[in-house]
């Protein structure tokens, strides 16, 4: 490969000195993350072998954005469309970056939930370029090896997933890498960690997807999945290795199955800088939109019944977040546990049933309190029939089946609630409880109501009701940011809850009951850079960070969050 003498390049605002790779002529246009295509300016072309690469007109990033959404505006379905976008990442991030924050509203369902979820699905089939590591299990002796593979030497964040329960469609083996790749796309534009500073991981234990297994085009390791004491060796390995390797780095797990999940977090959560997204980013933003939606309706957290359906890593990860609330403001345990009911396919979780983990035992209800409520099984509780029984006052979906929350129950439930709070949250859309539409209809406009898939404004009764979109994207980006601003040593349930508050304050409805839970989508990048701080300033009360001024905490956190624009040579 040809060499050039590596250039400093004038750092932008907040940034140390760069500088240039050693890279020149294709090699050079070759590589992402250095990549200016057009915008090279005549000198640069000189001084790195670029003249006759590129057509002679030198166009500036902002004209190179123009045609970029002309190109993802031509393509005619949602897939295409991501297809496009991640041809683009792979080919010119600060233009990748650059196009998505500029159209950020429409962009993000295309690289993030829903369209990930096919993606995923779609994922060997649309393969083209490398992006991130994929660690087999068969190479489970040389996992060290395997991460000094990777692309850049510093690295703030990885997202890692197993592929096993990607959103809610399930098992995808190692196509579940699109879903660290789009989660840590919105690391860079929301939270700002440098894209060169991100790393997505496959944890290939092969698959129990039988459609996988016989697609000659699958291209994961074809095995049915390690289970068992060699799959905790596995993962003990990986941990190991990623500690010895980079272990300042945030480890961020992601969409792995219920059985694996809470043990994994548990198991690293302190002895490596770690959390989990399902559990505990789910948990914090579930938190920050229900302290909102009251807020609306009026009456205190404590007071709230709660019926959760969905009682995998996920639901309980949101009954956690809630309980530590309210045992924050008042309550104890043992109250504050009486508040919830967590439903799942087997029906209500209770103490006579013997197929609970250990975390779902901790919200099952006592046989003898809920024996009395009417039911057509006597050993089971339907979901219809905990409404029915209970006239919860929220109403949370985290379940995956579709149009659970059907015409029947929701005017059960807003029989007993003036306002009854309803979150439909399960991913892609077509796995939702339900739409917000059908919601407000058989409400009469009076729920309130967040998802987790986005949705258009709603038309009711001459008003136009924007519905908030309760996604992860609100807590996790800022989370990371927060965590490698203040140079935090571990991720604590207390930051993650201080994250949940600091959103809730920045609420539109705090001043408007009639906006939406949480901050419009544009404006993420300006909340995660509060909730950031707040994050940070807990990681200091907490031990876990240097400490230093709260001024100059927050000069770290704009400081550390990038900005999509091309690096100047000096004098250029």
């Known amino acids: 490969?040809?060499?050039?003498?590596?250039?400093?390049?004038?750092?932008?605002?907040?940034?140390?000195?760069?500088?240039?790779?050693?890279?020149?002529?294709?090699?050079?246009?070759?590589?992402?993350?250095?990549?200016?295509?057009?915008?090279?300016?005549?000198?640069?072309?000189?001084?790195?072998?670029?003249?006759?690469?590129?057509?002679p007109q030198i166009e500036t990033l902002d004209q190179q954005v123009v045609r970029a959404y002309e190109a993802f505006r031509r393509k005619t379905d949602d897939l295409e469309r991501h297809i496009y976008l991640r041809a683009l990442q792979d080919t010119n991030?600060?233009?990748?970056?650059?196009?998505?924050?500029?159209?950020?509203?429409?962009?993000?369902?295309?690289?993030?939930?829903?369209?990930?979820?096919?993606?995923?699905?779609?994922?060997?089939?649309?393969?083209?370029?490398?992006?991130?590591?994929?660690?087999?299990?068969?190479?489970?002796?040389?996992?060290?090896?395997?991460?000094?593979?990777?692309?850049?030497?510093?690295?703030?964040?990885?997202?890692?997933?197993?592929?096993?329960?990607?959103?809610?469609?399930?098992?995808?083996?190692?196509?579940?890498?699109?879903?660290?790749?789009?989660?840590?796309?919105?690391?860079?534009?929301?939270?700002?960690?440098?894209?060169?500073?991100?790393?997505?991981?496959?944890?290939?234990?092969?698959?129990?997807?039988?459609?996988?297994?016989?697609?000659?085009?699958?291209?994961?390791?074809?095995?049915?999945?390690?289970?068992?004491?060699?799959?905790?060796?596995?993962?003990?390995?990986?941990?190991?290795?990623?500690?010895?390797?980079?272990?300042?780095?945030?480890?961020?797990?992601?969409?792995?199955?219920?059985?694996?999940?809470?043990?994994?977090?548990?198991?690293?959560?302190?002895?490596?800088?770690?959390?989990?997204?399902?559990?505990?980013?789910?948990?914090?933003?579930?938190?920050?939109?229900?302290?909102?939606?009251?807020?609306?309706?009026?009456?205190?957290?404590?007071?709230q019944r709660v019926v959760l359906y969905g009682a995998g890593a996920a639901g309980v990860g949101v009954a956690d977040a809630l309980r530590a609330a309210m045992v924050g403001g008042g309550l104890d345990e043992r109250n504050a546990r009486q508040r919830f009911w967590l439903v799942n396919r087997g029906g209500l979780l209770h103490s006579n049933r013997t197929d609970l983990r250990a975390e779902q035992r901790t919200y099952a209800r006592a046989w003898e309190d809920v024996a009395s409520i009417p039911r057509s099984d006597p050993r089971r509780v339907e979901l219809s029939e905990v409404v029915l029984g209970v006239r919860p006052t929220v109403l949370i979906g985290l379940s995956t089946a579709a149009n659970a929350f059907d015409e029947p129950l929701?005017?059960?439930?807003?029989?007993?609630?003036?306002?009854?709070?309803?979150?439909?949250?399960?991913?892609?859309?077509?796995?939702?409880?339900?739409?917000?539409?059908?919601?407000?209809?058989?409400?009469?406009?009076?729920?309130?109501?967040?998802?987790?898939?986005?949705?258009?404004?709603?038309?009711?009764?001459?008003?136009?009701?924007a519905v908030a979109q309760c996604n992860n994207v609100y807590v996790f980006p800022a989370l990371g940011l927060g965590v490698v601003a203040a140079r935090a040593r571990r991720v604590t349930d207390g930051m993650v809850l201080t994250a949940a508050r600091a959103l809730a304050a920045l609420s539109p409805a705090a001043t408007d009951p009639t906006a939406p839970l949480l901050p419009p989508v544009p404006d993420l990048r300006r909340v995660a850079v509060e909730v950031a701080v707040e994050v940070g300033l807990e990681a200091q009360r907490g031990g876990q960070a240097p400490r230093t001024s709260p001024e100059t905490l927050r000069d770290r956190v704009l400081a550390a969050q990038w900005f999509p624009e091309y690096p100047k040579y000096p004098g250029s």
């Open 1 to 55: 490969m040809a060499q050039a003498t590596a250039v400093p390049v004038r750092p932008l605002p907040g940034e140390s000195l760069i500088t240039w790779p050693p890279l020149r002529g294709m090699d050079l246009l070759d590589s992402p993350a250095w990549n200016k295509g057009t915008a090279f300016t005549a000198d640069e072309r000189t001084a790195l072998g670029l003249h006759g690469l590129l057509p």
């Open 93 to 303: 991030e600060v233009l990748f970056y650059r196009l998505l924050l500029d159209h950020l509203e429409e962009m993000m369902p295309i690289v993030y939930t829903p369209v990930v979820g096919q993606g995923c699905q779609e994922f060997c089939h649309i393969y083209r370029r490398p992006r991130g590591l994929f660690i087999s299990y068969p190479l489970r002796d040389s996992i060290r090896q395997l991460l000094q593979h990777r692309p850049y030497r510093e690295v703030d964040v990885i997202v890692v997933t197993d592929g096993e329960r990607i959103l809610g469609i399930g098992d995808l083996g190692v196509g579940g890498l699109g879903i660290p790749i789009g989660k840590l796309s919105l690391y860079t534009i929301i939270g700002g960690i440098r894209p060169e500073r991100t790393l997505p991981i496959v944890l290939d234990v092969g698959t129990n997807n039988p459609a996988l297994l016989r697609d000659p085009e699958y291209l994961g390791w074809r095995h049915e999945r390690v289970s068992g004491a060699a799959y905790a060796d596995f993962i003990e390995q990986f941990v190991r290795a990623v500690r010895e390797e980079l272990p300042r780095t945030l480890l961020q797990w992601e969409d792995f199955g219920v059985a694996h999940a809470r043990p994994n977090l548990e198991r690293y959560r302190d002895t490596v800088l770690s959390f989990n997204d399902d559990i505990q980013g789910t948990g914090a933003v579930v938190l920050a939109a229900l302290l909102a939606a009251l807020r609306v309706t009026g009456g205190s957290l404590e007071d």
């Open 410 to 465: 929701v005017r059960a439930m807003a029989s007993g609630a003036d306002r009854p709070i309803i979150f439909p949250l399960s991913n892609p859309t077509n796995r939702s409880e339900a739409a917000p539409v059908d919601l407000l209809r058989w409400s009469r406009g009076r729920a309130v109501v967040a998802t987790g898939s986005p949705y258009a404004p709603v038309d009711w009764d001459g008003r136009t009701i």
